[in-house]
């Protein structure tokens, strides 16, 4: 298997669009409940700087459509050799189907062909109002329970010019806007995007520039500013922190955080406890995982570093 693309970067770069009006999206989860208030839809853009060790939607990390392979569902017909137009695919003399990565363009032509679904393709490039249609599927959900759009990733301000469009679009329908960043992003752009943002979900994974460095493939000033922006001029924010035993659950990055956050006047907090579930999405595109055998924290030391936030005037929520 290969590892994990490092990326390296600094300097945070856009995901280039067909147009401002079309976004590379790869997933759209109606009816969620943990991605801002009341019932909401959440929209997943493809395309990330970061290469955070602990991601649990890989597929969301690259620029290109890509093919997911679930070997378990696989039947072995040989319908996905037969169509794919690269030869991309073969079948060794067990059946088993065999992946030239090099040739293969992520045409879809074998996810089509599957009769087992033993292959999907993540990420079609859709336009604003494609998107809309789907997420105004549901205004009336968002209408009784104060709900909305959210959209997630990836990192959506890879496609910042996507995304200003589409919130600016429900806006216009006076929906309520989430916008889950990571902060990474070019400040002038942000500001502009957050014109047409309700909440921001804003990610904090570690405090040490260094340490968010060997852990995510970028140092962490710029994002530190953005949220500083963010918070002088307005905008309302809740910090999200992941708690990802022996990466950032110590009290030297506990207490940098509260040191950082309490003048900012930011002061609410959600713990994302770390979880397993996004293990099988490496093997199927083919990548290594940088948590492998990591456990997850038990809801006593959630309820302890919850604890220890409270104390200093955060409002802390623990996610599921």
Same mark, same amino acid.
């Given at each position: 298997m290969s590892s994990l693309p490092q990326t390296g970067a600094q300097n945070p770069t856009r995901l280039p669009s067909r147009t401002a009006q079309a976004g590379l999206v790869f997933n759209i #989860?109606?009816?969620?409940?943990?991605?801002g208030p009341g019932i909401r839809t959440t929209v997943f853009l493809k395309g990330c700087p970061l290469r955070c060790r602990w991601c649990h939607n890989p597929e969301s990390q690259s620029r290109e459509p890509e093919i997911l392979y679930f070997d378990e569902r696989c039947i072995h017909c040989g319908d996905c050799v037969l169509a794919c137009p690269h030869g991309a695919l073969d079948l060794? *003399?067990?059946? *088993?189907?065999i992946h030239h990565p090099e040739l293969c363009l992520?045409?879809?032509?074998c996810v089509e062909a599957c009769p087992s679904a @033993?292959? *999907?393709l993540a990420g079609r490039w859709m336009t604003v109002a494609e998107v809309l249609t789907e997420v105004l599927k549901d205004e009336v959900f968002y209408d009784e329970s104060g709900g909305g759009i959210t959209i997630s990733g990836g990192e959506p301000l890879q496609q910042a010019d996507f995304v200003e469009a589409l919130l600016a679009a429900c806006k216009a329908r006076r929906m309520h806007t989430v916008l889950d960043t990571s902060g990474f992003a070019d400040p002038g752009v942000l500001r502009r995007v957050s014109e047409h943002v309700d909440l921001f979900f804003y990610d904090l994974k570690l #405090? &040490?520039?260094e340490r968010h460095l060997r852990s995510t493939g970028v140092k962490n000033d710029l994002i530190l500013q953005n949220l500083k922006m963010l918070a002088e001029g307005g905008s309302a924010v809740t910090v999200r922190v992941p708690i990802l035993p022996g990466v &950032?659950?110590? $009290? =030297? &990055?506990?207490? !940098?955080l509260s040191v950082y956050l309490s003048p900012l006047g930011v002061r609410d907090i959600d713990l994302l406890p770390y979880h397993e579930l996004g293990n099988g999405k490496y093997r199927r595109l083919n990548l290594s995982y940088g948590m492998e055998? @990591? =456990?997850?924290p038990t809801t006593a030391e959630? =309820?302890? $570093? !919850? !604890?220890?936030?409270r104390r200093d005037g955060f409002h802390v929520r623990i996610g599921d």
């Amino acid at each position: 298997m290969s590892s994990l693309p490092q990326t390296g970067a600094q300097n945070p770069t856009r995901l280039p669009s067909r147009t401002a009006q079309a976004g590379l999206v790869f997933n759209i #989860m109606r009816f969620s409940l943990h991605d801002g208030p009341g019932i909401r839809t959440t929209v997943f853009l493809k395309g990330c700087p970061l290469r955070c060790r602990w991601c649990h939607n890989p597929e969301s990390q690259s620029r290109e459509p890509e093919i997911l392979y679930f070997d378990e569902r696989c039947i072995h017909c040989g319908d996905c050799v037969l169509a794919c137009p690269h030869g991309a695919l073969d079948l060794d *003399q067990d059946r *088993q189907p065999i992946h030239h990565p090099e040739l293969c363009l992520r045409c879809g032509k074998c996810v089509e062909a599957c009769p087992s679904a @033993a292959r *999907q393709l993540a990420g079609r490039w859709m336009t604003v109002a494609e998107v809309l249609t789907e997420v105004l599927k549901d205004e009336v959900f968002y209408d009784e329970s104060g709900g909305g759009i959210t959209i997630s990733g990836g990192e959506p301000l890879q496609q910042a010019d996507f995304v200003e469009a589409l919130l600016a679009a429900c806006k216009a329908r006076r929906m309520h806007t989430v916008l889950d960043t990571s902060g990474f992003a070019d400040p002038g752009v942000l500001r502009r995007v957050s014109e047409h943002v309700d909440l921001f979900f804003y990610d904090l994974k570690l #405090m &040490n520039s260094e340490r968010h460095l060997r852990s995510t493939g970028v140092k962490n000033d710029l994002i530190l500013q953005n949220l500083k922006m963010l918070a002088e001029g307005g905008s309302a924010v809740t910090v999200r922190v992941p708690i990802l035993p022996g990466v &950032n659950d110590d $009290i =030297e &990055n506990l207490d !940098a955080l509260s040191v950082y956050l309490s003048p900012l006047g930011v002061r609410d907090i959600d713990l994302l406890p770390y979880h397993e579930l996004g293990n099988g999405k490496y093997r199927r595109l083919n990548l290594s995982y940088g948590m492998e055998g @990591a =456990e997850p924290p038990t809801t006593a030391e959630l =309820e302890t $570093i !919850a !604890a220890r936030l409270r104390r200093d005037g955060f409002h802390v929520r623990i996610g599921d």
